[in-house]
C-alpha cells in the first residue's frame, strides 16, 4: 500500500483527549470519532479489527463452532419472552414507520434460542456451537474511554448448546484454551482470569478475562504468578491473603475486561422452550453457554498495553502491515528507483508493506509518522543505504544494514 493514497493520515494536533487509546489512534489515522462512544475505523484500522477477527475465527473453527450472521434489529416480542424488555437498561429501542417496536442488538440470546429450536430437538443434534462477529448497541452512560466503551462496538459471540451440564463444562474448557491462544495470538500474554459472578445479564457463574493496565476500569485482585484473579471487592469478602491456586503473593491494580464467558443453564431453553428428546425418550431443556469478545475493545486494550512517548508498537500478527518502507530524499532518481523495485518486490513475495512514497516531506517527519503508525519493522532507503536497506524494529533502538534478499529471508520467517 502506498502511504500516499491511504485515506486518514497522521495528525499533528496537540488536542487533548480522554484516553490514551483514543489519543494515539486518532493521530496515528486508524480511528475517527464520530459522537460520544460512537467511532469510524478507517482503512488502517479496518486492517487491524479484520486481523483480530480473523485470528478468533480460526479459533472459534478449531473448536468446531460454525460461523453465521444474526441481525441486528431485533422485534420487541422476543425480548419480551424474556423479560428483558424492560430489565436490560443498556438496550436502545426504536421504532418503524408504521409504530413496530424494536431492540438494537446488544447481546443476541433472544435470536439464537429461537433459531436452534427451529432446526434441534434430539439428542444426536448436540452438542452445537454457533458464533458470529457483529455489531453490538449499548446505550452506555459514560463511554468515555475511547474505543474500549463504546454505544456501538464490535463482538465475537459464541452460544452453545447442551444434553447437560458435564457436556457444557467440557465444551466451556475448551473454549478458555481457545481464548488464551488468542489473545496470546494477539501479542498479549498476560491475561488474568477472574471467577466472578455478575455481567451485565446474569447473576451466574462466569469468568472474565483481563488485560492489566493503569488504563482499565475493573479493580483486580492477581496472581504475579499464575492467571488467577478476582474482582477487588469479591476478595476483600473472602479475605485472600495468597493465591488460592498457587499460593504466590497477590497483588492490587486496574485491568480492561477483553471477554467474558457465561454458564446460561436452562435460562433462556425455557423462556423459549427450546427442548430436546433424550435417549429415554424424555424431554428435556437444552444447557446453554455463551462466550464473548469485545474485538474493538481489543484493539483498545492492546494499543493501552503497547505504546511508547511516540506512539503504537503493534504485535507482529495484528499489526495492519509487516514492514514500513521509507525513501528519505525520494526525489533523487536512484533512491526513487530502489524504493519502488523493493516495494514491488516484497509485495510480490507476499510481505504486507506499507510504503512511503510521499516527496518533498523532511526525512524527520517520514519517522515521526512511522514511530506513531507502529509498524514492527522499519525500512529505510537513502543514497547512504546503497543497494541495500536499513532495518530497525519499531521496538528497538539498534539498526543494522542488510540486502534485500537478507531482508526478504528474515521477513518471511
Ligand atoms: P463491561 O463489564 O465492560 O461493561 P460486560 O460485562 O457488560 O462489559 P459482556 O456483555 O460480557 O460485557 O460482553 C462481552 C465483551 O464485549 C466484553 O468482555 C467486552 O470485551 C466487550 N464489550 C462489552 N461492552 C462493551 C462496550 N460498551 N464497548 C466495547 N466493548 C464492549
Ligand atoms: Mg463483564
Redesign the pocket.
Known sequence: MLYSKIFGKTKKEVKKYEAKNQEILTKAGFIDQVGA?IYTLLPLGKYVLVKIENIIREEMNGIGAQEIEMPLLHPKALWEQTQRWQTVDVLFKTKSQTGQEYGLAP?HEEIVTPLVKKYINSAKDLPLSLYHITT?F?D?PR?KSG?????E?R?K?LYSFHKDKEDLNRFYQKVIEAYLKIFQRCGLKEVKITEAS????TKKFSH??NILTKAG?VDLIYCSNCSFAQNEEITTKNQYKTCPKCKNFLKKGKAI????I?DLEDRFSRAFDLKFTDENGQEKYIIMGCY???T???IGAIVETYNDKKGIIWPKEIAPFKVHLIGLNLEEEKVKERCYNYYERLKNEGIEILFDDREKIFAGEKLTDADLVGIPYRIIVSKKTADKVEIKKRDENKSKIISLDELIKLLKE
Open positions: 462512544g447481546t453490538k449499548r452506555e463511554p474505543i474500549l466503551r463504546g454505544r462496538f463482538m459471540d455478575g455481567g451485565s445479564f472474565e478475562f476500569e475486561e477483553v471477554g467474558n457465561f464473548g469478545i469485545g474493538t475493545r481489543l
